[in-house]
Each structure stands twice: as C-alpha cells, then as structure tokens.
C-alpha cells in the first residue's frame, strides 16, 4: 500500500488489511466496500513511481537552468545538454508510468459504480470516484506538460484490438479539457474540502483545495490560458475552508519535522522503509548519505547567483548546501575536494529508506498563481499585495516592479527562488514564453575547457520526443514535431 494513503482510510485497519486488487481474480474482483478502497489504493500508489520521486524533477529542474546533471547516468546528461532523443529510455519510463497511473484511475472510475455492496455508502461510493477523476486529471496534467497532445485513455483496456490499443494523439487543448471536465466531476459534490481532523490524512488524499489547485495550475498552463479561471480557483483554495494559510518559517517545510503543515494541500506521506523515498540518496552530500560517489542533480551558478542577487539567503541555505566533495565537478571545482553545492530540500537520506516528502501543492505556489493572474487582467497593486505574501515569509523587502512587465519577471523570479527542487521551473519557463532567451542566456562555464556551455533551446524542443517505442507500437501516434 503507497505511502500516500498511510491513515488515510475511513477506517485506518480497512486499508491497512486490503489485498492488493490484483491478487483478486477478475470474477470476484470488484464486488464489496473493501475493493472499491484496494483499487482506490491502486491508484494513490503511483505516487511510489520512479517519475514522482526522480524523473520530475530530471525532466523539470535539470532541464531548465536551476540544476546540472551529475553522477554517471549519460541519459540524464542528454537532458540537461537539451539532445533527448525518442530513444532515451527515461521517457518511456515516465510515459509507461503515468499512463499506468492512469489505467488504474480507469478501473475506479468504471468499476465502483457497479459495486452493490450496502457498506460502501453513497456518500463514500460519490468520494471514492471523486479522488478518481482527480488523479487521472494530475496524471494528464503531468502527460501533457510533458509531451503536448497525447492519447487520451479513459476507460479500461480490455481488448487486443488495435482500435483500443492504438489510439492517436489528443491535441494538447483537448487534453486539458480533459483535466477540467475531470476535475469539475470530482467537485460536483464528491470531494470534501476535509476529511476532519487528522492532517495525515487531509494533506494525503485529494480534496476540493487539491482540485482547486490542479484547476488553477492547468489553467495557466493550457496554451488557451484564462487568467480570470487561474483567479477563480486559485481564490477557491485561499479562501478555502480547510484553513490553509503560510507557514510563518519557511525553513520548517523542508525540515522534516512539520510535514502535514497549514501551507500543505496535498503530500506524499513517505514514512519509511516499504514506503520510503530513495530520492535524498541521490542528491545528499557524503556527509548525510554516506556514500562518496558523484551526485545526480547539483544546484547551477545561475540559481546561486539568483538567490545572492535577491540577498535570499533563508532560501538559499534551506535549498542549497556547499560541501567539499571527493569528485571532479566541471561547473564547480575540477579539482577533487573542492567546493560544491548539493540540492537540499532533502534533508535526510536515510540509506535510500528517507522519510522526506514532496508537496504535490502548497499554497505559496498558489499565491504566487494568483499574482500572476493578477499581473496579467491589469491589477499591478493587488498582484503585489499577493507576491508580497511570500516575499515577506523569507524577509525580503516588498517588490519594486512598477510595471506589468518588471512584475512578470519579479514573479517568475520569486517562484524560482520559492519553488526549487519542487519540479516547477521548466513549466515557469514556458509559460512565461522565455524558455529559450533565459536557456540562450546562461554563462555557464566547463571549467575543464573553461568555455561557456550552449544551453540554447530550439521551439520543438519545448515538448519532448515521445518515445520510439510507442511510436513503433502504436502505428496511429505521431512523432512530436522536430524529432526524427
């Protein structure tokens, strides 16, 4: 069972004792309360997946100008050098997961209604499909970030035939209209905005300030983006009556001892060992991992020399850690046992068994949507009133744009400094429509050369491949444009 769900059952020994709904045959799978909650379980369980521990933040972090790419995974190097081929086999790691994830939202959202079963209420039944639709749409926006229009899947695939199997891409607007008509299902009056008072269980499973964030963050994310929906929903979730509100210290989100916070809408509950996160092991300096080889995400001069522009240091020292290292490291130190960054909003490795989390959502992102859409319907003062908010958690003084231009750069600036490591910044970018300037724009020096690399980005390369062994099994799917 994922950590998502520890406690999180109506009945905490109900989820605790399921059977996996696969070891059940498929003539009695399906038929009492307990399945409906074991396949729900199912679901929630992606989360575990390598994509939501690692490759988000490979495919965001790495792929932007926050973090290089360490260790000795060539694959992983192709990302942060921007040559992905349809080939990498990290992108059918990530696809195959995601549309899993997606497979066992299918069987929720096709099977429960069946179920007769007098112990799985209305009330529960309408729930249950509500957290659902909500994780399909959070699959599909992770889909369509990623690689634009893709298939759209929305029912069980029982059949080898190919008009099942092998369907063609949905174009990128369809796709989020996909996510709305999910999301607006799950809250017709099916997802609470609490599930009462136990936090481990409100901040692990999908509520209406989840949906409410999902909504505002694909709405700002569409190519057809509406500001005025982005406020909408991202005023749902300030105003919403689960009470979230900023944690007066940012340090405590990233301190391992205050998860399940008031800032938390929605997180992963890693409690270790079967349900630990491996990921901290990956970007730990030897002192915290206990290993001494080269790290596979290392914090760029750009996002230091952001943080030391902004004098951010609250920031910076919770999200980057120097440490002399027992490698050779290009952009830092080509001399072993220099000096080197380390990505710490991690903060405890653990012997790959770590108990700290990601947010899915917190409410400093959604303020700082807010701003954003603010900025853009005209309201310059209200959107600094908003983006003030986060900027004084951290000591900073109050923003001195004084245009919707200087404050659409002070806004992508405050989320990259609030949001590192969190899987954020090559949507930013691209929503933003500066991907390519801010990539062609980086001086970064190898010092084994000391020549600066070309981080340039061309207009394909916004979306990645998808990858070539769905194209040659699927002969319906269209390569993404710009790739061979």
Same mark, same amino acid.
């Given at each position: 069972m994922t950590g998502i769900l520890l406690g999180g059952a109506p009945a905490c020994e109900s989820f605790v004792d399921l059977d996996p709904i696969s070891d059940l045959t498929a003539d009695n799978a399906y038929k009492s309360a307990n399945d409906a909650e074991a396949a729900l379980v199912g679901v929630y369980e992606s989360f575990q997946a390598e994509y939501y521990i690692w490759d988000n933040l490979v495919f965001s972090e790495i792929l932007s100008d !926050? &973090? &290089?790419?360490?260790?000795d995974n060539a694959e992983i190097f192709a990302v942060d050098n921007i040559n992905i081929t349809p080939t990498n086999s990290r992108l059918w790691n990530n696809w195959?997961?995601?549309y899993n994830a997606i497979s066992k939202a299918n069987v929720v959202l096709q099977k429960v209604p069946l179920i007769t079963d007098p112990k799985l209420t209305d009330a529960r039944k309408a729930q249950i499909l509500g957290e659902a639709a909500f994780l399909r749409a959070y699959h599909y926006y992770q889909l369509v970030k990623l690689w634009g229009g893709v298939p759209l899947v $929305? #029912?069980?695939?029982?059949? $080898? *035939?190919?008009?099942?199997? =092998?369907k063609p891409k949905a174009t990128e607007v369809e796709v989020y209209? =996909?996510?709305?008509? *999910?999301?607006m299902f799950a809250l017709d009056n099916r997802l609470p905005d609490t599930y009462g008072g136990d936090a481990s269980v409100n901040k692990a499973r999908a509520t209406k300030g989840a949906a409410n964030a999902l909504l505002a963050k694909a709405w700002a994310q569409r190519p057809d983006r509406d500001y005025n929906k982005v406020l909408q929903y991202a005023d749902a979730v300030i105003s919403s009556p689960a009470s979230y509100s900023l944690l007066p210290t940012f340090t405590h989100l990233? *301190?391992?001892?205050?998860? !399940?916070?008031? %800032?938390?809408? $929605? %997180?992963?509950?890693?409690?270790?060992?079967? #349900?630990?996160?491996?990921?901290? =092991?990956m970007l730990l300096p030897p002192s915290l991992s206990g290993d001494t080889w080269r790290k596979f995400m290392t914090p760029s001069h750009d996002l230091v020399n952001a943080y030391d522009a902004e004098k951010d240091n609250v920031r910076k020292n919770t999200t980057i850690l120097f440490e002399n290292a027992p490698w050779a490291d290009e952009f830092w130190s080509v001399s072993t046992g220099?000096?080197?960054p380390f990505a710490y909003r991690w903060k405890s490795a653990n012997g790959w068994a770590s108990t700290n989390r990601q947010y899915i959502f917190r409410l400093a992102d959604i303020i700082l949507l807010k701003a954003e859409a603010l900025n853009e319907l005209g309201r310059l003062e209200d959107a600094k009133t908003a983006l003030n908010l986060v900027r004084k958690r951290v000591n900073l003084a109050n923003t001195t744009a004084n245009s919707k231009e200087s404050m659409r750069t002070a806004i992508l600036n405050e989320r990259r400094l609030e949001l590192a490591q969190e899987g954020q910044r090559w949507d930013d970018l691209r929503r933003f429509g500066v991907t390519a300037q801010v990539m062609g724009n980086l001086n970064e020096i190898d010092l084994r050369t000391n020549t600066r690399k070309d981080y340039s980005v061309k207009a394909h390369e916004l979306f990645l491949p998808i990858p070539q062994s769905e194209i040659?099994? !699927?002969?319906? $799917?269209? =390569?993404?444009?710009? &790739?061979?």
């Open positions: !926050n &973090y &290089y790419a360490g260790g195959s997961q995601i $929305l #029912e069980p695939v029982n059949s $080898l *035939d190919p008009a099942t199997t =092998q209209n =996909q996510i709305v008509t *999910d999301l990233f *301190d391992g001892t205050h998860y !399940n916070n008031a %800032e938390s809408i $929605l %997180e992963v509950q890693f409690t270790g060992g079967t #349900e630990a996160n491996w990921g901290p =092991q220099g000096s080197v040659n099994r !699927n002969p319906n $799917l269209v =390569q993404n444009p710009g &790739y061979n």
